[in-house]
């Protein structure tokens, strides 16, 4: 059974930064891609950002594109979300995820959850 595990989120003013990462459990972490979804009250979840199982292939939302940065330590299995210049339109229930094999901006394609971290930017 793979377990992720969230951390990092917290409040910060506007402009600010914040570095989420996701601990995985098991060995399925390293032969699989990790991606970042985001979920604000009232709004369905949204795709941010997603890394392939090597590192060589990422994408971003464009709303994220250029502030945000994900990468990952398939040694620590250990994914991160490197958050700058936060707005707040940024605030929502941050989720990591895993699916084998390539990338997908789809939620619906990722197997693996975790329980999620918030993330609250005040103005």
């Known amino acids: ?3 992720l595990v969230e951390s990092g989120g917290g409040m910060v003013q506007a402009g600010g930064s914040l570095r989420l990462s996701c601990a995985a459990s098991g060995r ?3 032969v699989s891609t990790m991606a970042w979804f985001r979920q604000a009250p009232g709004k ?3 795709f941010v950002a997603t890394i392939n199982i090597s590192g060589t292939t990422i994408y ?4 994220v594109k250029g502030r945000f940065t994900i990468s990952r330590d398939n ?4 994914g991160y979300l490197q958050m700058n210049s936060l707005k707040p339109e940024d605030t929502a229930e ?6 084998p094999l390539t990338t997908s901006r789809a939620s619906s394609d ?4 975790g329980q999620g971290t918030q993330v609250t930017v005040s103005s």
């Open 1 to 3: 059974q793979v377990q």
């Open 28 to 30: 399925t972490f390293e």
């Open 44 to 46: 369905e979840r949204s």
């Open 110 to 113: 990722y197997q693996y959850w």
């Open 94 to 99: 941050y989720y990591c995820a895993l699916r």
């Open 60 to 63: 971003y939302a464009d709303s």
């Open 75 to 78: 040694a620590k299995n250990t």
